[in-house]
């Protein structure tokens, strides 16, 4: 068990009357015992911020995502990808992405707006067509 000397310089308050003064005129509203447990409490409360390991991490979240594995396209959906490409030819993709990204043309149809809804327009980027079969 500590005194009350012990905790106020754990806690960094000052040896002199005047700092330990200021410090316990905040509990001057309580009677007592209480006024003692407060300032005890938040001596506690100060030694432990003074105490606790810096932690050189960052406090904010970070969230790491693993790569999904998404479902398969359906033949609808592939054959809807390749009628978007014969139509808007080399740069498909980019319109592609554009339209999913509410610029114009708006030709995308439901089919390519619930691919973009289920796989993420990242997803297009590395998406490729499949080969055409050799005759």
Same mark, same amino acid.
């Not at 500590?2 to 005047?18: K, M, N, Q, W, Y």
């Not at 001057?28 to 407060?38: I, V």
């Not at 609808?76 to 978007?84: D, F, H, R, S």
């Not at 973009?116 to 490729?128: A, E, K």
């Given at each position: 068990?500590?005194?009350?000397?012990? @905790?106020?310089?754990?806690?960094?308050?000052?040896?002199?009357?005047?700092?330990?003064?200021?410090?316990? @005129?905040q509990f001057?509203?309580?009677?007592?015992?209480?006024?003692?447990?407060?300032g005890?409490?938040? #001596?506690?409360? #100060?030694?432990?911020?003074?105490e606790?390991?810096?932690d050189?991490?960052p !406090?904010?979240?970070?969230?790491?995502?693993?790569?999904?594995?998404?479902?398969?396209?359906?033949p609808?959906?592939?054959?809807?990808?390749?009628?978007?490409a014969?139509?808007?030819?080399?740069? =498909? !993709?980019?319109?592609?992405?554009?339209? =999913?990204?509410?610029? $114009?043309?708006?030709?995308?149809?439901? #089919?390519?707006?619930?691919?973009?809804?289920?796989?993420?327009?990242? =997803?297009?980027?590395?998406?490729?067509l $499949? +080969? $055409?079969? +050799?005759?």
């Open positions: 068990m500590s005194t009350i000397g012990d @905790l106020e310089r754990r806690a960094g308050i000052g040896v002199s009357p005047a700092e330990r003064t200021a410090f316990w @005129l001057h509203h309580l009677e007592g015992e209480a006024c003692l447990n407060a005890v409490a938040e #001596l506690r409360r #100060l030694i432990a911020l003074r606790a390991p810096a050189p991490r !406090k904010t979240r970070t969230v790491s995502r693993t790569r999904e594995t998404l479902p398969p396209l359906t609808e959906q592939e054959a809807a990808l390749q009628a978007y014969a139509r808007h030819g080399r740069r =498909w !993709k980019s319109i592609l992405n554009n339209a =999913w990204l509410g610029g $114009p043309p708006y030709d995308d149809g439901g #089919l390519l707006r619930g691919l973009r809804n289920s796989h993420g327009p990242t =997803w297009l980027q590395s998406y490729r $499949p +080969k $055409p079969a +050799k005759r």
